[in-house]
C-alpha cells in the first residue's frame, strides 16, 4: 500500500526542528565561550524536589516516578516523601562541603507544606526554580492554554510568596511541554527554561511573545535514568559523570568552555548506601581546578553576556 500523497506536503517539514522557535546551529563551529574564574567545565546541579500526591492524576499524563499501586499507594508515597525528610539534607550537606551553589527544581506545594525546608535551601545561596505545582500538574500537547497559564501562574506565584523572590527558571515535570508553554513562560516573565535537551550549553529560543533562553537539562546522565530506570549502581553513575566530565574537558580546549548538567532526586541519590559514592564524585571534581559548579541563573547571565 502506498502512501497518501498529502504525507509528503507537512508544511513545517524542513532542516533542523520543524518549528521556528531557533535555528539549526552546529555545536563545533560556534563562538567559543569562557565560565568565570576560567572554569573549562561548569557543572549545573539541579536538584528536582517533589511532592507526589498520593492519588495520581492521569490527565494528561501520569508523572514519572508517581505512584503505582491502586490507592492508597503508603509504600511509593513515603519513598518519595523521603527525599523531604532526609534525601535533600545529605544533598545540600554534600554541596556545602564543597562549596557549590545549585537550582533546586521545586514544586510550589513544597514551599506551602515545607516552608521551613524553603528557607533552608535560601539560607544555602541555592536557587528556587518553578517544578509546575505538584507532580499531578503535568503539561502535555492539547492542554487549554488558559488552564496551562493559571498552572504556570499559580506555581510562579506560591513560590514567590514563600520566597520573596520571583523564579527566573523553569522545569515541567518530565520535560513535557505543550506547543504555547514556551510563549506562557516568557508572558509570566521567566528568564529561562530546562525542558529542551538538543545541546550542551544554554541557547536563544524565540516565541511570539519575546525570547526566553534554554538550558539544556541532560535525561540521560539523571540519577533516575541511571540509577532507577537502568537499574545500574551510584559507582557506574559516578564513572558515568567522569567519563561525561573527562570528554567535555577535552572539547573545551579545542571549542570552548563546557557545561554539564547533573539532575538529582533526593529520594534516589540521598540513600545512606548512594551518599558516599556521591560526595566523592562532587569533592573530585571540586579538586580540579578547570571545573566550576554553577546556579542556572548564574550560567544564564554568564552566557548572555558573551552573545
Same mark, same amino acid.
Given at each position: 500500500?502506498?502512501?497518501?500523497?498529502?504525507?509528503?506536503?507537512?508544511?513545517?517539514?524542513?532542516?533542523?526542528?520543524?518549528?521556528?522557535?531557533?535555528?539549526?546551529?552546529?555545536?563545533?563551529?560556534?563562538?567559543?565561550?569562557?565560565?568565570?574564574?576560567?572554569?573549562?567545565?561548569?557543572?549545573?546541579?539541579?536538584?528536582?524536589?517533589?511532592?507526589?500526591?498520593?492519588?495520581?492524576?492521569?490527565?494528561?499524563?501520569?508523572?514519572?516516578?508517581?505512584?503505582?499501586?491502586?490507592?492508597?499507594?503508603?509504600?511509593?508515597?513515603?519513598?518519595? $516523601?523521603?527525599?523531604? +525528610?532526609?534525601? %535533600?539534607?545529605?544533598? /545540600? @550537606?554534600?554541596? =556545602? *562541603?564543597?562549596?557549590?551553589?545549585?537550582?533546586?527544581?521545586?514544586?510550589?506545594?513544597?514551599?506551602?507544606?515545607?516552608?521551613?525546608?524553603?528557607?533552608?535551601?535560601?539560607?544555602?545561596?541555592?536557587?528556587?526554580?518553578?517544578?509546575?505545582?505538584?507532580?499531578?500538574?503535568?503539561?502535555?500537547?492539547?492542554?487549554? $492554554?488558559?488552564?496551562? +497559564?493559571?498552572? %504556570?501562574?499559580?506555581? /510562579? @506565584?506560591?513560590? =514567590? *510568596?514563600?520566597?520573596?523572590?520571583?523564579?527566573?527558571?523553569?522545569?515541567?515535570?518530565?520535560?513535557?511541554?505543550?506547543?504555547?508553554?514556551?510563549?506562557?513562560?516568557?508572558?509570566?516573565?521567566?528568564?529561562?527554561?530546562?525542558?529542551?535537551?538538543?545541546?550542551?550549553?544554554?541557547?536563544?529560543?524565540?516565541?511570539?511573545?519575546?525570547?526566553?533562553?534554554?538550558?539544556?537539562?541532560?535525561?540521560?546522565?539523571?540519577?533516575?535514568?541511571?540509577?532507577?530506570?537502568?537499574?545500574?549502581?551510584?559507582?557506574?553513575?559516578?564513572?558515568?559523570?567522569?567519563?561525561?566530565?573527562?570528554?567535555?574537558?577535552?572539547?573545551?580546549?579545542?571549542?570552548?568552555?563546557?557545561?554539564?548538567?547533573?539532575?538529582?532526586?533526593?529520594?534516589?541519590?540521598?540513600?545512606?548506601?548512594?551518599?558516599?559514592?556521591?560526595?566523592?564524585?562532587?569533592?573530585?571534581?571540586?579538586?580540579?581546578?578547570?571545573?566550576?559548579?554553577?546556579?542556572?541563573?548564574?550560567?544564564?547571565?554568564?552566557?548572555?553576556?558573551?552573545?
Amino acid at each position: 500500500m502506498s502512501l497518501d500523497p498529502s504525507y509528503l506536503e507537512y508544511p513545517k517539514r524542513h532542516r533542523g526542528m520543524d518549528h521556528d522557535y531557533y535555528s539549526y546551529s552546529k555545536f563545533f563551529s560556534r563562538k567559543a565561550i569562557t565560565w568565570p574564574d576560567a572554569r573549562k567545565l561548569m557543572i549545573w546541579p539541579v536538584v528536582s524536589l517533589e511532592y507526589f500526591p498520593i492519588v495520581p492524576n492521569d490527565v494528561p499524563f501520569r508523572a514519572p516516578g508517581h505512584m503505582q499501586t491502586a490507592y492508597p499507594d503508603y509504600r511509593h508515597y513515603t519513598a518519595r $516523601e523521603y527525599g523531604t +525528610r532526609i534525601g %535533600i539534607y545529605r544533598l /545540600l @550537606g554534600a554541596f =556545602e *562541603k564543597v562549596g557549590a551553589k545549585v537550582s533546586v527544581a521545586t514544586n510550589s506545594v513544597i514551599a506551602e507544606r515545607y516552608p521551613l525546608l524553603i528557607q533552608e535551601i535560601l539560607a544555602g545561596g541555592h536557587e528556587i526554580i518553578a517544578h509546575s505545582t505538584d507532580m499531578n500538574g503535568t503539561i502535555a500537547g492539547g492542554m487549554v $492554554e488558559a488552564e496551562e +497559564r493559571a498552572l %504556570i501562574a499559580d506555581s /510562579l @506565584g506560591s513560590l =514567590e *510568596k514563600f520566597t520573596g523572590t520571583r523564579p527566573r527558571g523553569w522545569l515541567s515535570i518530565a520535560r513535557s511541554q505543550s506547543f504555547n508553554t514556551a510563549k506562557l513562560l516568557v508572558e509570566a516573565g521567566v528568564d529561562y527554561m530546562c525542558d529542551w535537551v538538543n545541546d550542551e550549553l544554554p541557547y536563544a529560543f524565540q516565541t511570539e511573545a519575546g525570547a526566553i533562553t534554554n538550558i539544556p537539562l541532560n535525561h540521560e546522565l539523571s540519577d533516575r535514568q541511571i540509577v532507577n530506570v537502568q537499574q545500574q549502581s551510584v559507582d557506574s553513575y559516578a564513572q558515568q559523570m567522569t567519563d561525561a566530565a573527562d570528554w567535555l574537558l577535552g572539547e573545551a580546549d579545542r571549542f570552548g568552555a563546557r557545561m554539564l548538567p547533573m539532575h538529582l532526586t533526593p529520594y534516589i541519590m540521598g540513600l545512606p548506601y548512594r551518599i558516599a559514592a556521591f560526595e566523592k564524585l562532587i569533592a573530585d571534581f571540586a579538586e580540579r581546578s578547570e571545573i566550576g559548579f554553577a546556579r542556572g541563573d548564574a550560567l544564564v547571565d554568564s552566557w548572555s553576556s558573551q552573545q
